[in-house]
C-alpha cells in the first residue's frame, strides 16, 4: 500500500518522488568511480608469475646455449634427437657428413650393402655397378653372373641381345647353335624364325626348307601344302601339279568323282522320276530316290532341298542315311536364277538325309565372282519340283 494520510472525509495517495535525471546521472558516475577504483586497485598489485616476465631463470622457449633437452632451436645442443643440429654424434641423423652409422641416406664412401650407385661396390644387386661380379646385375659390363643382360661375350643363359652366345632361346643371338632363336642366322635349331638355309622344322619364311607344313614352300612334297605348284593329287587348292591330297581348285585331277561329271545327269534325273513313280506306287512319302550311297557322294555335286527350295551344293561327309553338304546361296530373290556363290562369312554347311537330295549335277562354272548351274539342267529340276 502507498503512503497517504488518513482523513475522515476522503483518502489522499501521496506519491512518491519522482528520480530526476540528474539524480540518475549522479548516482552513474558514484557506480563508475567505485569500479573504477577497484580496477586500479588490481593493476597495482604485485603479483608472482606473469607471462610478461623477462630475464627469467625457468625453462624459456628459444633459450640460447641451453643444455637442457628437447628444447628447439637450440644451438650447440648435445643431446639426442635434436633437429638441425650441426656436429651431432647420435644416431640416424639425417645428411650427417662423414657418418658411419647404416641407412644413411646420401652418405659417401659407405661400405653397408645394398647402397645405390655405389662405386667399386662388391655387393649384391647393386644397380649400375661397374666392373660388377654379383648376379642380377643390370646393364654390368663383363659380368659373369647369369641372365645379365645386354652382356657381350657372354655365355650364360637366357642373356638378351647377347651376341655370339652358345646359350638356347637367346633372341637375335648370331650363328647361334640353340633352339627356338629368333632371328638366329645360319643357327641349327629348329623351330628358329627367318633362319636361311636352315633344315629345321617349322621355321617361318625359311628359304629351301625340307621341313613340313611350311607355307609358301617351293617344290614341297608334303601334303596339304597351300598355293604350292605342280601338285598331282586332286582336290589341291589353287595348286597345279601338286601330289597333295583334298586341295580345292586343282587342274588336271584323276581321282574320281570329278566336279564336272556332265554325262550321269540326265541318267540321274530320269532314275528320280523313276523312283517317284515307284514311290507313289507303294503309297510312301518318299519323292525322291538316288541310285547310290551316301558314301558314293562324296566329292560330288548335288541339289538340296530345303525349305522347298533347291540349292546346290558339294557333299564332304557321310553316314549311313545322311550327307554333309555345304551349299551356295542363291544369288538374287528369285528361284529361276541359276546363278549361285560360296559364302565366306557364314559358311552354310550342314547334315541332310538322302530323302532330300534331289539329284547329281555337274560342277558349277565360274563365271566372273558367282557360280552359274547348268541353265538345262536347272530348268529341268524347277520344273520337276512344280509337278511334285
Known amino acids: 500500500m ?51 616476465a623477462t630475464k627469467a631463470s625457468s625453462e624459456n622457449k628459444m633459450a640460447t646455449d641451453e643444455t637442457g633437452e628437447n628444447n628447439e632451436m637450440a644451438t650447440n645442443i648435445t643431446s639426442e634427437n635434436n633437429e638441425m643440429a650441426t656436429n651431432v654424434t647420435s644416431e640416424n641423423n639425417e645428411m650427417a657428413t662423414d657418418e658411419k652409422c647404416e641407412n644413411n ?47 657381350t661375350d657372354e655365355r ?7 651376341t655370339n652366345l652358345t646359350s638356347e632361346n637367346n633372341e637375335m643371338a648370331t650363328y647361334e647353335t640353340g633352339e627356338n632363336n629368333e632371328m638366329a642366322t645360319k643357327a641349327t635349331g629348329e623351330n628358329n624364325k627367318m633362319v636361311t638355309d636352315e633344315r629345321g622344322e617349322n621355321s617361318e619364311m625359311a628359304t629351301n626348307l625340307t621341313s613340313e607344313n611350311n607355307e609358301m614352300a617351293t617344290d614341297e612334297t608334303g601334303e596339304n601344302n597351300e598355293m604350292t605348284t605342280k601338285a598331282t593329287d586332286g582336290n589341291n587348292e589353287m595348286a597345279t601339279n601338286e601330289t597333295g591330297e583334298n586341295n580345292e581348285m586343282a587342274s588336271n585331277i584323276t581321282s574320281e568323282n570329278n566336279k564336272m561329271a ?17 514311290n507313289q506306287k507303294n503309297g510312301t512319302d518318299q519323292s525322291f530316290e538316288i541310285r547310290c550311297t551316301p558314301s558314293q557322294l562324296i566329292g560330288q555335286y548335288v541339289v538340296v532341298l530345303y525349305d522347298n527350295t533347291p540349292y546346290p551344293g558339294l557333299v564332304i561327309d557321310s553316314e549311313d542315311t545322311d550327307v554333309y553338304v555345304r551349299c551356295m546361296h542363291r ?9 549361285f556363290f560360296w559364302p565366306q562369312t557364314l559358311v552354310d554347311e550342314c547334315w541332310y538325309n538322302m530323302e532330300r537330295i534331289l539329284t547329281i549335277i ?7 565372282r558367282h557360280y552359274s548351274v547348268d541353265e538345262a539342267i536347272w530348268g529341268k529340276i524347277l520344273d520337276y519340283l512344280k509337278e511334285n
Open 331 to 339: 544369288v538374287g530373290r528369285g528361284t529361276t536364277n541359276s546363278q
Open 362 to 368: 555337274p560342277e558349277p562354272i565360274k563365271i566372273g
Open 262 to 278: 556332265t554325262d550321269n545327269v540326265e541318267e540321274n534325273i530320269e532314275n528320280n522320276e523313276q523312283g517317284l513313280s515307284e
Open 105 to 151: 641416406e646420401m652418405t659417401t664412401n659407405v661400405t653397408s650393402v645394398n647402397n645405390e650407385m655405389a662405386t667399386d661396390e662388391k655387393g649384391e644387386n647393386n644397380e649400375m655397378a661397374t666392373y660388377e661380379t654379383g648376379e642380377n646385375n643390370e646393364m654390368a659390363t663383363k659380368a659373369t653372373g647369369e641372365n645379365i643382360e645386354m652382356v
Open 2 to 52: 502507498t503512503r497517504g494520510h488518513w482523513l475522515p472525509n476522503h483518502f489522499v495517495p501521496v506519491l512518491p518522488i519522482d528520480e530526476t535525471v540528474e539524480s540518475k546521472d549522479q548516482a552513474n558516475e558514484q557506480q563508475n568511480e567505485f569500479e573504477n577504483h577497484e580496477i586500479e586497485m588490481e593493476t597495482n598489485a604485485t603479483c608472482e608469475n606473469y607471462e610478461i
Open 156 to 162: 650364360g643363359e637366357n642373356s638378351e641381345m647377347a
